[in-house]
């Protein structure tokens, strides 16, 4: 057995250990920001929730039950409404691609891609162009090719 291999067989095994390393640095950093996430969505509803019982305590407790006055709760309510938006929005979102998909004339990905290229000016990838050393050209950015 001679050190070479020894040495060889160390070097295959930190690189497995590296990358083991580095999913479970992701996995956290994705548990870590789910949970900031979740808190932060909780924290914020918790308070709205608080608000409006403050302001107007009566309003708040007619809404929690169905009443003759209001046949439908508060909850039932804003699910609903929230059904609906987000049936709009992607309804609207996708009527838009679409829209745009056709008038540019395009039938893949590909030609969609290289069409938004040709209209739109380039991103600079080096990091001196993108931190500004040269001033950004209005009139360029906005003229039609």
Known sequence: MTA???????GVSKAGVSDEEDKLQVLKGAAFLTTVASVGMVAGFGSTLALAKKKSPGWFSKGVAATAAAP???ASLALRALGWGSL???C???LLSVSVWKALGV??????????QSI???IPKSP???AGSEPLDWDAVFRSK
């Open 4 to 10: 070479a291999s020894v040495g060889g067989d160390s």
């Open 128 to 130: 001196q162009a993108a």
């Open 88 to 90: 709009f929005a992607w």
């Open 92 to 94: 609207g979102v996708g």
């Open 72 to 74: 439908e709760t508060g």
């Open 120 to 122: 739109f000016p380039a």
């Open 107 to 116: 039938h893949s990905l590909a030609e969609f891609r290289q069409k938004m």
